[in-house]
C-alpha cells in the first residue's frame, strides 16, 4: 500500500461545475496535509494546507480532512480551464521534517 | 513566501560526467529539500540539507551519487555525480522558511530539468 494515494485521473470536469480532488494515506500519525497545483512544465504551487479535521476555506478552494477515515480532500468551486493542471497531495508524517507526495490527479476543466 | 531560485534551469549532459545544481533563497529558511520528479512521476524526496550538518537521505539515495552541500541558510547545492540516462529528470529545490516548520509551508523553486545522453 502505498504511503499517499491519489486517483491519477485524467479527471474531467465541465466549466463552472465544482472538481472534488481525493486523496488517501496509510500514516495514521499523519499531522499536516497539504495540497499542491503543478501546471505541466512548472514546480509545484502550495494551494492549501490543513491539519484538524473538518474544512477549510480560501476563495474558490476547501480543503476537507477526515482523520479517522484517513481522508483528505480537495473541492474547487466554479471550476475555471486556468484550474486544469495536476494536484498533488502531500502529508507529512509525525516526527519527520519532510513530506511524503501522492501520485496526483491530472484535472482538465472543459470550457 | 520565499523566492528561490535554481540554476541551471536545465542542461544536457554526456554520460559519466557530474552536474551541480545551485539553489539560492531570497531569505533565511531552516529546512531546504532536495526532490527528483521523473517524467510523467510524482516528487519523489533524494534528501534534505541541513545547515551545518550533513545531508539526511532517504532510502536508495546515497552520498556517493547526490552529494548536497548547505553553507548557510539561503543556498545549497545538489550535484548529480557519475550520470546515466536514468538520471533525466527534473530536480526540485524546496524550503521551509524560518520559523515555520514543514507543517505549515514547504515552496519549491523552478526546477533543473537535466536530460542525459
Known amino acids: 500500500q502505498k504511503e499517499v494515494e491519489q486517483n491519477s485521473g485524467p479527471l474531467s470536469v465541465p466549466e463552472g461545475a465544482i472538481a472534488s480532488l481525493n486523496c488517501t494515506y496509510s500514516?495514521?500519525?499523519?499531522?499536516?496535509f497539504f495540497w499542491y497545483r503543478q501546471y505541466s512544465g512548472k514546480s509545484p504551487e502550495l494551494i492549501m494546507f490543513?491539519?484538524?479535521?473538518g474544512d477549510k476555506e480560501d476563495g474558490r478552494f476547501t480543503a476537507q480532512l477526515n482523520k479517522a477515515s484517513q481522508y483528505v480532500s480537495l473541492l474547487i468551486r466554479d471550476s475555471q480551464p486556468s484550474d486544469s493542471a495536476t494536484y498533488l497531495c502531500?502529508?507529512?508524517?509525525?516526527?519527520?521534517?519532510?513530506?511524503?507526495f501522492g501520485q496526483g490527479t491530472r484535472l482538465t476543466i472543459n470550457p | 513566501s520565499a523566492v528561490i531560485s535554481q540554476k541551471p534551469s536545465r542542461d544536457i549532459c554526456q554520460r559519466g560526467t557530474s552536474l551541480t545544481i545551485q539553489c539560492q533563497v531570497d531569505s533565511q529558511v531552516t529546512m531546504m529539500f532536495w526532490y527528483r520528479q521523473q517524467p510523467g512521476q510524482s516528487l519523489t524526496l533524494i534528501a534534505t540539507a541541513n545547515q551545518g550538518s550533513e545531508a539526511t537521505y532517504e532510502s536508495g539515495f546515497v552520498i556517493d551519487k547526490f552529494p548536497i552541500s548547505r553553507p548557510n541558510l539561503t543556498f545549497s547545492t545538489l550535484t548529480v555525480s557519475n550520470m546515466s540516462p536514468e538520471d533525466s529528470s527534473i530536480y526540485l529545490c524546496?524550503?521551509?522558511?524560518?520559523?515555520?516548520?514543514?507543517?505549515?509551508?514547504?515552496?519549491f523553486g523552478p526546477g533543473t530539468r537535466l536530460l542525459v545522453l
Open positions: 524546496s524550503v521551509a522558511p524560518l520559523g515555520q516548520g514543514v507543517q505549515e509551508t514547504q515552496y
Open positions: 502531500a502529508v507529512n508524517r509525525e516526527g519527520a521534517q519532510k513530506l511524503v
Open positions: 500514516d495514521r500519525g499523519s499531522q499536516s
Open positions: 490543513i491539519y484538524s479535521n
